[in-house]
């Protein structure tokens, strides 16, 4: 995988991410505010919510499956493109950036923000270890010169 593929899989990730946590947001926010009643508990200490199962409801819980989901395939879309960072840098003499990325997405596990600031450094800054093309794999171009007629 190339540097310029990883980031437009990460970016289309990225932007996956953030439509389905809004889209979910709002369905969450509009059946916690219209969807349901708040009744006190028995025991007097809060509140319970108690909702109404009509269609409102149900196409709040519907906005927030594909919102939820939308939001896991972006997530899953950007793991992707950091285990392809983590190979083409791995293919590199120098380690640096390799082991930069798989510390960044180690210490993600407990602070969230670390990955997304490693990838945005790498998409930056880093290098593109994917090999170049060796002259003879390179195609020459056809020839495009057209025949003479009758010649």
Same mark, same amino acid.
């Given at each position: 995988?190339?540097?310029?593929?990883?980031?437009?899989?990460?970016?289309?990730?990225?932007?996956?991410?953030?439509?389905?946590?809004?889209?979910?947001?709002?369905?969450?926010?509009?059946? #916690? !505010?219209? $969807?349901?009643?708040?009744?006190?508990?028995?025991?007097?200490?809060?509140?319970?919510? &108690?909702?109404? %199962?009509? =269609?409102?409801?149900?196409?709040?819980?519907?906005?927030?499956?594909?919102?939820?989901?939308?939001?896991?395939?972006?997530?899953?879309?950007?793991?992707?493109?950091?285990?392809?960072?983590?190979?083409?840098?791995?293919?590199?003499?120098?380690?640096?950036?390799?082991?930069?990325? #798989? !510390?960044? $997405?180690?210490?993600?596990?407990?602070?969230?923000?670390?990955?997304?600031?490693?990838? &945005?450094?790498? %998409?930056? =800054?880093?290098?593109?270890?994917?090999?170049?093309?060796?002259?003879?794999?390179?195609?020459?171009?056809?020839?495009?010169?057209?025949?003479?007629?009758?010649?």
């Amino acid at each position: 995988m190339n540097k310029p593929l990883i980031t437009r899989i990460w970016l289309i990730g990225l932007i996956g991410l953030a439509v389905g946590l809004v889209v979910g947001g709002v369905g969450l926010g509009l059946m #916690l !505010a219209y $969807g349901g009643q708040y009744t006190p508990t028995a025991a007097g200490t809060g509140y319970e919510f &108690v909702p109404t %199962l009509d =269609a409102f409801f149900w196409t709040t819980i519907g906005a927030m499956i594909t919102g939820f989901g939308l939001a896991a395939a972006g997530a899953v879309t950007q793991f992707a493109a950091w285990i392809g960072a983590a190979v083409n840098t791995y293919q590199l003499e120098e380690k640096t950036w390799f082991w930069a990325l #798989l !510390a960044g $997405g180690l210490l993600g596990l407990v602070w969230g923000i670390v990955p997304f600031a490693t990838m &945005v450094a790498y %998409l930056i =800054a880093g290098p593109d270890g994917s090999p170049a093309p060796s002259p003879r794999d390179v195609i020459p171009p056809a020839n495009l010169s057209t025949p003479a007629v009758g010649a």
